[in-house]
């Protein structure tokens, strides 16, 4: 069956780095565009990154535009997302999926920037 395993979060200072990971199975990650979507407290989940399928072609929410950068790796069925410049709003949940129709969510990975 569809499995998506985040990681990679973790407590960072303002200004600090994270490097998220989501390995795939149970699909043809190779064919698909994949997203990072986040969800801070009391908020609804968000779309910050895309790719396209072959990664070529990322697409960026502009509140992460220009410090996240999403990328893949086919061969590994993984998805990244480097996150620089971090800062505390960037503080959530972090999710990977599909575009359009969703698999079943992972556990999400937390990421909690702060001083």
């Known amino acids: 069956q569809v499995q998506l395993v985040e990681s990679g979060g973790g407590l960072v200072q303002p200004g600090g780095s994270l490097r998220l990971s989501c390995v795939a199975s149970?699909?043809?990650?190779?064919?698909?565009?994949m997203n990072w979507y986040r969800q801070a407290p009391g908020k609804e989940r968000e779309l910050v990154a895309s790719?396209?399928?072959?990664?070529?072609?990322?697409n960026y929410a502009v509140p992460v535009a220009g410090r996240f950068t999403i990328s893949r790796d086919n061969a590994k069925n993984t998805l990244y997302l480097q996150m620089n410049s971090l800062k505390a709003e960037d503080t959530a949940v972090y999710y990977c999926?599909?575009?359009?129709?969703?698999?079943?969510w992972g556990q999400g990975t937390q990421v909690t920037v702060s001083s």
């Open positions: 790719i396209s399928d072959d990664g070529t072609s990322p």
């Open positions: 999926n599909r575009n359009g129709e969703f698999f079943p």
């Open positions: 149970g699909f043809t990650f190779s064919r698909l565009i």
